[in-house]
């Protein structure tokens, strides 16, 4: 079964930086897209950023310009550097992997960013 582990989290200062991490294990499957989406109290979850096992990277608006996903597809593991943080990029981050041919989708549990002011 796939399993995914998000590490990277933390309290930081605004204008600060953080990197998450996302390893997945337990699938040998050629196509798949990982990415990142989070979920603030009160609100419903969304994308922030996701790339495709061919390279091909997409950003939520409020994330452009200050944020770089990465993977490295031999080891199952996508990053999200995360630039200029803002308190209200203050959320629960989970990673997610979806296989293409198949639909199927897995999420990590979650790893938690705080952003002060």
């Known amino acids: 079964q796939v399993q995914l582990v998000e590490s990277g989290g933390g309290l930081v200062q605004a204008g600060g930086s953080l990197r998450l991490s996302c390893v997945a294990t337990?699938?040998?499957?050629?196509?798949?897209?990982m990415g990142w989406y989070r979920q603030a109290r009160g609100k419903q979850r969304e994308l922030v950023a996701t790339?495709?096992?061919?390279?091909?990277?997409n950003y939520a608006d409020s994330v452009k310009g200050r944020s770089t996903i990465s993977s490295e597809n031999a080891k199952n593991t996508v990053y999200l550097q995360m630039n200029s943080l803002k308190p209200e990029d203050t959320a629960v981050y989970y990673c997610?992997?979806?296989?293409?041919?198949?639909?199927?989708?897995?999420w990590g549990k979650g790893t938690l960013v705080t952003v002060s002011s």
């Open positions: 997610n992997v979806h296989f293409t041919n198949s639909g199927m989708e897995y």
């Open positions: 337990g699938s040998s499957l050629r196509f798949y897209d």
């Open positions: 790339i495709t096992s061919g390279g091909s990277r």
